[in-house]
């Protein structure tokens, strides 16, 4: 039975009501094989603030801010600021009739800038004005449970409203979160979208992941690399967000990368030594770095596993490299010509080497071999 919006909104606020009083105040114990009333992340954050010695009840005092503790927060994550500013320009034309603005801080959860705010003086604008300041501390630690510090614990996009808060202060927000990662993998901060004593519109948690998302790939082309490769599956749209971005130094190391290349390329930051163009793609990275200078529109390229993406190299930093024209004329065409034949079989080395009747091994060590003397 589908439920009027109204009748939806009592029956979600029952459902926190008693969730608060099971999970913070103990007051009642969950029947046998009873159904989750809230997202399980939310009992954690719940869970996490009781730990630090938390009580609902307790008054929240958004601290103070000096001008030069705001300025050392706003220089210590300028690069961060200078690539979201654009995002929040465009975010605050999108929200402007919703009364909800956008937050931006750290992985500590110090704000370190806002979006435009709802005009108004009045309690609204007053409750909004209390946290959106550079340099206030909202971390969870601080404010208790909110999407700031909820996104930041779980490093996933959540959607928290009123009495969901942990503290009945903070129960007249409402707001969205998604963290940010940064060029390495690492979370380096989070993008709220919160309204004051506002209606529930849960369709922001995706404009908010959507906005992170254009954050981190704008951090990510801003680094300095010799190479940056954009990678989407082939038939995708391209050109988006939704691509894949790895930022290759000339060497054919990878340096950088966004969440969508890491996730296409089952790659999971962090873990152990910093990747190669050879341990990714089933082809010689010099393929890109050609394809870069003759300014190819894409190319297609194989992976050990046997998928295939779509790849759109670009020279960025310093300009590639050419071969010495020293090199001998009759290894320059042979290498040449092994290179015409990955190509014409779209990267499918296996494919090439039967053309040209020589071992795929042979193909590898040749590319290898031209590439050690072309750079």
Same mark, same amino acid.
């Given at each position: ?5 109204a009748?939806?909104?009592t ?28 997202e399980?992340w ?21 601290d ?26 465009r ?27 709802? +005009? *108004?003086? %009045? !309690?609204? /604008? ?7 300041r ?7 630690? $601080? ?10 614990a779980?490093?996933?996009s959540?959607?928290l409203?009123?009495?969901e808060?942990?503290f009945?202060?903070?129960?007249i ?11 390495q ?12 004593q506002v ?12 906005s992170?998302?254009s954050?981190?790939?704008a951090?990510?082309c ?5 190479l ?5 599956w082939?038939?995708?749209? +391209? *050109?988006t %967000? !939704?691509? /894949? ?11 950088g990368?966004n969440?969508? $290349? ?10 152990g ?14 393929m890109?770095f ?6 190819d ?40 010509m ?7 079989a779209?990267?499918?080395?296996a ?9 795929? !091994? ?14």
């Amino acid at each position: 039975m589908n439920l009027s919006p109204a009748a939806h909104s009592t029956e979600r606020s029952l459902a926190i009501s008693r969730a608060r009083r099971e999970w913070i105040d103990g007051d009642l114990a969950p029947p046998p094989g009873s159904v989750q009333r809230v997202e399980p992340w939310l009992t954690r954050s719940w869970q996490r603030c009781l730990a630090l010695g938390h009580r609902p009840q307790q008054r929240v005092v958004f601290d103070a801010v000096s001008a030069q503790s705001a300025h050392r927060v706003g220089e210590r994550h300028h690069e961060l600021v200078a690539a979201a500013r654009p995002v929040l320009d465009r975010l605050s034309r999108a929200i402007a009739d919703t009364r909800y603005f956008a937050i931006l801080t750290d992985a500590d959860g110090i704000v370190v800038d806002i979006g435009a705010l709802p +005009a *108004g003086g %009045d !309690a609204a /604008g007053r409750h909004a004005r209390n946290i959106a300041r550079v340099g206030v501390d909202l971390s969870e630690r $601080a404010v208790g449970t909110t999407a700031i510090g909820a996104a930041l614990a779980e490093r996933e996009s959540v959607w928290l409203h009123q009495g969901e808060h942990f503290f009945h202060d903070t129960s007249i927000y409402t707001c969205a979160g998604a963290p940010l990662f940064g060029p390495q993998g690492d979370c380096i901060g989070m993008l709220d979208l919160t309204g004051v004593q506002v209606a529930e519109r849960p369709e922001l948690r995706h404009l908010a992941v959507m906005s992170a998302r254009s954050i981190e790939n704008a951090l990510l082309c801003a680094q300095p690399c010799e190479l940056l490769l954009r990678i989407n599956w082939p038939g995708c749209v +391209a *050109g988006t %967000d !939704a691509d /894949g971005l790895l930022c290759i130094d000339g060497e054919g190391r990878i340096t950088g990368a966004n969440l969508a $290349a890491r996730q296409m390329l089952n790659q999971t930051p962090g873990t152990g030594r910093p990747l190669h163009c050879h341990d990714l793609f089933a082809m010689p990275p010099d393929m890109l770095f050609d394809a870069a200078r003759r300014g190819d529109a894409g190319i297609d390229v194989p992976l050990w596993s046997g998928l295939r993406i779509h790849a759109r190299p670009h020279a960025a930093g310093r300009a590639i490299h050419s071969a010495p024209s020293a090199r001998p004329a009759l290894r320059e065409a042979e290498i040449a010509m092994i290179r015409k034949a990955v190509t014409d079989a779209r990267g499918n080395v296996a494919e090439a080497a039967r053309a040209l009747g020589i071992s795929r !091994a042979t193909v590898y060590r040749k590319l290898g071999r031209g590439k050690g003397k072309s750079r």
